[in-house]
């Protein structure tokens, strides 16, 4: 009976411990610091699978128009820039200042930050995302290139509407090279 009493609270100060590791674990995880541009992508390209694109390519002065329909894969290379772009890393969480407003949010590079990603910035409409841009920058002695990148979502149906992707590089002892992507949802299943 003396065993099975000491057993007892053995066990009682055993799930006592478990519980309060259960409870500092759950308190631990965190959320992430910045918009989760990645999630945001990779759950708003499966709403758009197989629509009609009507896309416009342009280099230098050459412009090319084109309708395509898009599947997951095509959405997640034609969007590759924005998962690029993402900066919840442990590495970056002290190399932005957030600033929040009812219109949006702006996640932007500290003028000491060797960050490449510029700003993260993303706007709302009645609580919901309408549209989210971003800037790249990367700089070296051999080259510098600037990306200008965007994504607006149609306020009735909350899907992407279009997106405009531009690039602009210069390589040492070359012109410059411009580049630019747009893109807009022309019919949804």
Do not use: R
């Not at 390519?57 to 993402?86: G, L, M, P, T």
Request: glycine content about 4%.
């Amino acid at each position: 009976m003396k065993h099975c009493k000491s057993f007892s609270l053995g066990i009682l100060f055993v799930l006592f411990g478990l519980s309060s590791c259960v409870d500092e674990i759950s308190n631990t995880i965190e959320t992430d610091p910045y918009f989760d541009l990645k999630g945001f992508v990779e759950e708003n390209i499966q709403k758009v699978d197989n629509v009609e694109v009507a896309k416009v390519s342009q280099i230098q002065e050459e412009k090319k128009e084109v309708k395509v329909v898009y599947s997951i894969k095509d959405w997640e290379e034609e969007f590759s820039i924005f998962k690029e772009a993402d900066i919840n890393k442990a590495s970056m969480l002290q190399s932005y200042k957030t600033t929040t407003s009812d219109e949006g949010l702006t996640h932007e590079a500290l003028p000491n930050s060797k960050e490449k990603v510029k700003f993260v910035k993303v706007t709302y409409d009645d609580g919901a995302v309408s549209s989210v841009s971003i800037k790249i920058e990367d700089d070296n002695l051999f080259y510098s290139t600037t990306t200008l990148a965007a994504i607006y979502i149609d306020n009735a149906t909350k899907l992407f509407d279009h997106y405009s992707i531009e690039t602009t590089q210069k390589i040492w002892f070359l012109d410059e090279n411009n580049m630019k992507i747009e893109g807009t949802i022309v019919a949804k299943d």
